[in-house]
Each structure stands twice: as structure tokens, then as C-alpha cells.
């Protein structure tokens, strides 16, 4: 497969910085975290740029674009370090409900995400913050033509900022059941995280009635819709911490322009350069595997399960040397709540624990590449 990005999508990702540069600087941002006040400013200039769109199907009032169009703007995003529920609605809510989703379903809710009037999010970690889909943190017991949900789901983004939320629950057969759950209708006690930029939530339900019309029943099968949906949740983060890292890298280059020792800028010092030569590596590696991530998706390629994988360890593992390296190329000053650095390397380290850390994509990207052998 040959991969590049087209004229278009390139212009995409050009007006996604200028508009993020404008309305979501990194004032924005600091000011969000210490006063604890909800992100709204971002989502309304993604509103009102038809961002949330984008890969919403034509016949639901979208654009119909594929990932790779999203995929910049994704990016974007990450290197503003912009807060809000756009990666959750448009990367964890929308392809869940389009992998599994019924037409009717597909009808009612994505035209009002089209229009920025719905945001959603997925729900589907456990205590523990793996990918507990299946396991029993939450049940769904069947009770005519409703069910009852019991249980937990942990580390929700964004379910705060959300109107709809995509909850996983085991059934009495031990199956997934995914279902449509309004936020108000969920309790919903905020985590403080490492980093406040990004909201999560802990979920509760407790003997919840719903509706089977909000259950999740367009898939052949379940839990083949969800993991695909995932595919693109995660390599979506994956993306969005090479913005992070990108960032960090950058800010740094500048300041080892600016900063003088014994007269010279610590830019010129050799010790310095080879920092920032690894850096660029590490970083390109990154965003290459991403890219591929993002080429296997828009071209429904075998490999996006393990590509999407491939993409989320590299991005973790790229935020960690990016962010201790980071801090050590400003010194002391690295360490201050008053610099911005510290913004950065939370979003980047927040994103390498959720939807899997590195040493999970590491093991799943083994396990894949052992079953393939085996298969054949």
C-alpha cells in the first residue's frame, strides 16, 4: 500500500492550527487546569468549523471522510493540547455507534453530532483501567422489552462534558451488550488525574432501566463491531499524543536557541544536539507508525488491529523520553508550575495509560502477530 496525505487534507490540518492557535492557546489551557472550570471554547470552534463532521457518513448529514482525513486534526489538537470531548465524540462515540449501531440508531443520534449539537463518549474500562469490555464491573440482566444495568465503568473521558455515553456490560450469558446512556441519567464523580486538562469520570449505574432501542444491536457480532471501533479509538490517542510530543520538542528546540551558558546558547552545546537528533527519531518513528495506523484504517486493512497497537506503544513509548528529556533541556525552570512544560508532558503521559498503556499494546502486538503465525 502506498500512503500519502492529499492536497486537501494537508489544507485541513493547516486551518485546524491556525483556528487552535487562535482560540485554544495555551493560556487557555493553564487557566482550564487551575481553575477547574469546563473546557467549552474548543468544542464551539470545532463547531463551528464543521470538524465534528468530518467522518460522520453522508447518509447521516455528515462528510463521509475517511480517518486519514481526521487523523491531522487529531494531531492538531494534540500539539495544542486542547481540552474538550472532540477526540472522545468524534473517535470513541462515533465509531462505536457506526461499527454497531442500527440504521434507525445511526439516524437519531449522528446528525446531531454532524452538527455539534451531541457529545459522547465510551465507557468500557474497569478499576484496573484495562479494556474490561466483557468483565463484571458492570451486568446487563434482560427484563422484557427493557434491562437493568448494574455496576461501574472507570477512567470515562469526557463523560462530564458528554450528553450520550456508550456503556459495556456483560449479559447473563456472558456476552457484550453496549448501551446509549444518557449522561444525566449516569452518577458521575470526577477523577483528579494527573492531568486536569483531560476530564475523567467514574461511572455508576445502579438497577438502571434502558430501553432495548438504546441498546447497540446493528453488528453481526458485538464485540467484533467494538474492537474495530477501538482500532480507531486508539490509534486516534496515538495521534493525538505525536501532537503532544511534537510540541514538547519543539518548545524545547526554542528555548535551547534562547538560553545562554558561558555566552553561547546551549543549542550549540554537542551534549544538547544529540539529545535533540534522538528526539527527532524517537518522534518520527512515532508519527510514521501512526501514519500507517491511520493508512490501514482508511483503507480497512487486515493489519489495523495490530497497526492501531503498533502506533499507541510507539506514541508511549516516544512521550516518555520526550518528557524526561524535555524538562532536562530547561533545567531547573522544567520543574515550575509557572512554565508550560509541565501541560505537555501531563497530556502526552495521560494518553500513553488510557486505552491500554505501552506495555499492553506491546503484549497485544505480540499475542496478534503469534495468532497470525499460527494461522498460517
Known amino acids: 500500500m502506498e500512503f500519502d496525505f492529499t492536497e486537501e487534507q494537508l489544507e485541513i490540518r493547516t486551518s485546524v492550527r491556525t483556528a487552535l492557535e487562535k482560540e485554544c492557546p495555551i493560556e487557555l489551557v493553564r487557566g482550564i487546569v487551575e481553575s477547574g472550570k469546563r473546557a467549552t471554547q474548543p468544542w464551539e470552534t470545532a463547531v463551528e468549523l464543521g470538524w465534528p463532521a468530518l467522518m460522520v457518513p453522508e447518509d ?29 465524540t468524534t473517535t470513541q462515540f462515533l465509531p462505536t455507534m457506526i461499527e454497531c449501531g442500527t440504521d434507525a440508531q445511526k439516524e437519531k443520534f449522528l446528525p446531531t453530532l454532524a452538527e455539534g449539537e451531541l457529545r459522547g463518549t465510551l465507557a468500557i474500562s474497569n478499576e484496573a483501567g484495562g479494556l474490561g469490555a466483557v468483565d463484571d464491573s458492570m451486568t446487563a440482566k434482560r427484563d422484557g422489552d427493557k434491562w437493568k444495568l448494574n455496576g461501574q465503568r472507570h477512567w470515562v473521558m469526557e463523560a462530564n462534558h458528554s450528553d450520550e455515553i456508550i456503556v459495556s456490560a456483560r449479559d447473563a450469558d456472558g456476552g ?31 438497577a438502571y432501566e434502558i430501553s432495548d432501542d438504546r441498546r447497540l444491536s446493528g453488528a453481526s457480532d458485538t464485540q467484533t463491531g467494538l474492537d474495530r471501533a477501538l482500532d480507531v479509538a486508539v490509534t486516534a490517542l496515538s495521534l493525538e499524543m505525536v501532537g503532544t510530543c511534537q510540541r ?56 489495523r488491529r495490530i497497526a492501531a497497537s503498533m502506533a499507541k506503544a510507539a506514541a508511549g513509548d516516544c512521550q516518555k523520553r520526550m518528557g524526561k528529556e524535555g524538562i532536562q533541556i530547561h533545567g531547573g525552570i522544567g520543574y515550575t508550575w509557572e512554565h508550560n512544560m509541565h501541560l505537555f508532558v501531563r497530556r502526552a503521559k495521560s494518553g500513553a495509560q488510557l486505552l491500554g498503556t505501552t506495555s499492553e499494546h506491546k503484549v497485544k502486538v505480540a499475542d496478534l502477530i503469534t495468532a497470525d503465525t499460527t494461522r498460517s
Do not use: W
Open 176 to 206: 457484550l451488550q453496549l448501551f446509549v446512556v444518557p449522561s444525566s441519567d449516569a452518577k458521575l464523580v470526577k477523577i483528579e488525574s494527573f492531568d486536569e486538562s483531560r476530564s475523567l469520570c467514574t461511572l455508576t449505574l445502579e
Open 248 to 303: 514538547i520538542l519543539d518548545v524545547s528546540l526554542e528555548y535551547a536557541k534562547e538560553r545562554k551558558q558561558f555566552g553561547v546558547a546551549i543549542g550549540t552545546f554537542q551534549a544538547i544536539q544529540h539529545k535533540f537528533s534522538d528526539l527527532f527519531v524517537l518522534l518520527e518513528k512515532a508519527r510514521s507508525t501512526a501514519y500507517y495506523a491511520t493508512m490501514t484504517l482508511a483503507e480497512d486493512d487486515g493489519q
Open 60 to 88: 447521516n448529514d455528515g462528510l463521509g471522510l475517511d480517518f486519514a482525513s481526521m487523523a491531522l486534526v487529531l494531531e492538531e489538537h494534540g500539539r495544542a493540547v486542547a481540552p474538550g470531548p472532540f477526540l472522545t
